[in-house]
Every structure is written in C-alpha cells, then in structure tokens.
C-alpha cells in the first residue's frame, strides 16, 4: 500500500511540476513545493519537511549552483559581447546568404551540432548560439518560439549520444561498464543519428511552414539588436571566437590536462579528472571574451560596461530555475518508491536490450537528467547486460541513445535553461523540444534495439 501511495505522490508531484510550469509559473517556486508533495506522499506528515527542504532539496541545489555558475556566466557574458559586437549579426548575415533566408533553421542546427561534437558543453552552446540564432531568426522573419527547438535538435540530441566519438558525457559513461570506446557501434551510430537529424528537421520544417502559412513572423520580442557602430566584422572574425573555445577546450582537455600531476588536487578533496573537463571550458570562453574586446574595442568601448552588468543579471534565472529542478532531482532520487522503480525496472533482464530501454529511460525521467540516469541504471545492470553476451558496442551505442529520450521532461535543467535564455514559455516552445529531442530519440533507439537484437551491429 504504502508503494501505490508514493507512486501516486511521485506522479503527482511531476505532473503539479509540469503542469505549473505550462502555466508559465515559476519553476523557482514551485519546483520545492512539487518536492514536497513527493515527500507528504512518501512519509506522511511526519516526512520533515524542512530537513527536505533546507538539506536532501538545497543540497542538489547548491551543489548545481556551485558547479556550473561559472558556465552559466562566462556563457552569458560571452553571448553579450557576441551581439554587442556584431559577430552575431556577422554570422547570421553569412549563413542567410549562403544558405538562403528559408534555411535559417537549419544553419542553427548545423552549428549547433558542430559545437557540441568538438566537445563545447551543451549549456554553452546554448548562450553561443542565441545571439546568433536571434539574428538569424529575425532576419529571415521565422517565429522566435522555435529557437529552442532548433538547438535541441543540434546540441541535445544525435551529437550527444548517437554519433560516434561524441566527447559528451552521456557518450563517454557508458565506456567504464562496456570496456569500449566512444567510438563504439559506430554504424549502428550513424542510423540513428540520421533518424534523429532527418526527422528532426522534417517537424522543423513543417512547423516553420505552418507558421508562415498562419502569418506568423519573428514577432515582437524584447531582444532588440544592439546598433553597431561602423560595419559588423567579417565572417573570419565572427566566427575566431568560436574557433577559439572549441580548439582551446580540445587541446586542454586531451591534451594538456591529461599529462599534468594532478596530486596537487587532493588538498581540495578533488581529482584533476572531475574538474579538467569544466576548467578546459571555462579558460577556453575566458580566452575568447577577452578576443572579442580586444578585437572590437572600438566598437563595443562604450557598451562593455552595460553589457557586462546586463548579462552578469540574465545569467543567474536560468542558473537558479535549473537549480530549482536539480533540487527537485535530488528529492526524488531518496523517496522510497524510487528505489522501488528502479528496482523493479531493472528487473527486467529477460530481454536484455528491452531492458536497457526501458531502465534507462525511466530513469532518466525520473531524475530528469540524462548523464545521471545513465550512471544509475548502468550502475546496478550493467554486469548483468555484459553476462546477456550481447556484443558491449551495441549495449554502450544502445545506452548512450535512451540516455537522450525521456530524460528532456519539462522538467529538466537543460529544458528549463533554454526556454528561458530564449525568453519564451514552455506553452510557447516545449512541444518541438518533446518532439525533437524525445520523441524522435525514442524511435531512434527502438531502431537500434531491433538491430542489435538481429546482431546486426556495424
């Protein structure tokens, strides 16, 4: 009785989440109260539900907030001066002359994609993205609202757990339970990162049509671009910036943090490897800033001030509403009935890749959080899917794909900081980012299951 309660409470706890936040609510505000439905659910009245709220919630909270400020603010500064300068305008001008105004979606996906397959963090991709996204989009007049479907499709999706050698996370987790590389499967890879891309761009596409059938434009957003002063710098210049993050992130990530003691870190109580990855970001976009100012401090002299000031604020609502649902995370990941789920999901060994689908998935729902969805299912069977004897590729290619798919709940911190950076509501935006980065990731590892369940894997 008491597993039929807490399930009850979980499911109306997220469903109180989800519905609140299409209401356009604040997530910072209702994400603690929608914790504590779980938790009355869970324990009854004597769930305490301060030592809930002020400890299990504000742990995962802080722990967010301590982990990815420095992202958060470094992306948002960036952003500015990207638009401040022109770069953005810049960008956006090229791609609509080579690509044509109609395809405006797509350049944002492509780059999108690019980005995040040289290894730049999906929440950096984010802030990189939209100035140049906004100039792309209003420039070929196609609605501000599907900005966030478009950079979940580039950057949340096929380059994240799908083409082979992705240096995501979510590509990478799988390798410490399989033995395999980032590489692994790579045909099989390749089909679904096709799947994901086409169809993908096929929802695009009709939206964007149904959109311009309707009358619909950019719209009347409080985005206005900055006027520059003089002529916008050439494409070279525009895209250096870029060029800058993705090669300094790669050079001190493979190679120079890797041949480092890193000894010297245990007086912090931390490893060289858990910290590398975000230092390599983080002196990548510091190195870039300080290009763009030098290069364009003509240009900018008179707005660096106001624009630092101006995106120092616009990085903190989308760090705390991401905050607020990681918190929300943690509450569940200690309720009884998660235990229960997992447990129960987990069982499924019969069929071991169904298994696998259907325990990573849930999840990954659960915790609205795809990198720590994986880690738990892989965590608790992954011995059992490598004594299954199904070859580890198809298993790790087959992981890293559903690691993608429920896992963008509205719910879920990346979900939650683009529709925010992009100005718009989850009523306005969610659906072709359910479509794009859940739906379709779905079907995609549906595909792949049945091909590895013919060992057909290449």
Not at 257 to 278: H, K
Not at 283 to 298: D, E, K, P
Not at 374 to 383: C, F, I, N, T
Not at 419 to 429: D, E
């Amino acid at each position: 009785m008491d597993t039929v309660i807490g399930m009850i409470g979980l499911l109306v706890a997220i469903g109180f989440l989800v519905y609140m936040a299409f209401k356009g609510h604040s997530i910072i505000v209702v994400a603690p109260i929608a914790a504590m439905v779980a938790i009355l659910f869970s324990y009854g009245i004597k769930g305490h539900f301060m030592a809930s709220y002020t400890i299990t919630y504000m742990d995962g909270f802080a722990n967010y907030a301590k982990n990815y400020f420095p992202i958060y603010l470094l992306g948002a500064i960036f952003a500015k001066l990207m638009d401040i300068s022109g770069n953005a305008l810049s960008i956006a001008h090229f791609c609509t002359e080579k690509l044509g105004k109609s395809r405006a979606v797509l350049s944002v996906v492509l780059t999108c994609a690019i980005l995040t397959y040289g290894g730049v963090s999906l929440f950096v991709v984010a802030f990189v993205m939209l100035p140049v996204a906004i100039a792309l989009f209003r420039e070929a007049d196609v609605p501000k609202r599907l900005i966030p479907g478009c950079i979940a499709l580039g950057a949340f999706t096929f380059t994240m757990t799908a083409l082979p050698g992705s240096p995501q996370v979510q590509n990478t987790i799988p390798m410490q339970y399989f033995g395999t590389d980032s590489f692994a499967a790579p045909g099989m890879g390749i089909v679904a990162s096709v799947i994901m891309f086409v169809l993908g761009m096929m929802w695009l596409s009709y939206r964007t049509k149904k959109a311009k059938a309707a009358g619909e434009g950019y719209g009347n957003h409080n985005d206005e671009q900055e006027t520059i002063s003089g002529n916008i710098p050439g494409i070279v210049m525009a895209v250096i910036p870029i060029l800058i993050i993705l090669v300094i992130n790669l050079v001190l990530s493979k190679i120079v943090y890797p041949s480092v003691d890193g000894s010297y870190m245990e007086e912090f109580g931390s490893t060289l490897e858990a910290n590398s990855g975000t230092w390599s970001v983080l002196i990548g976009m510091l190195v870039s800033i300080l290009f763009i100012i030098i290069s364009n401090i003509g240009r900018i002299k008179d707005k660096i001030k106001d624009g630092l000031k101006t995106s120092a604020i616009d990085s903190l609502t989308p760090l705390v509403n991401s905050c607020a649902v990681v918190g929300f995370g943690s509450v569940v990941k200690v309720l009884p009935i998660f235990a229960v789920v997992s447990g129960a999901v987990l069982g499924l060994s019969a069929i071991p890749l169904l298994s696998e689908v259907v325990s990573v998935n849930l999840l990954c729902a659960m915790t609205a959080s795809a990198s720590g969805g994986l880690s738990a299912a892989l965590e608790v069977m992954g011995d059992t899917f490598i004594q299954s004897g199904i070859n580890p590729q198809v298993l790790h290619r087959l992981a890293s794909i559903c690691s993608g798919g429920l896992d963008n709940l509205p719910y879920n911190g990346a979900t939650v900081t683009v529709i925010a950076l992009c100005g718009m509501t989850h009523k306005q935006s969610y659906l072709d980012m359910f479509m794009v980065a859940t739906v379709i990731p779905v079907v995609a590892s549906i595909v792949i299951m049945v091909l590895g369940s013919f060992g057909l894997c290449f």
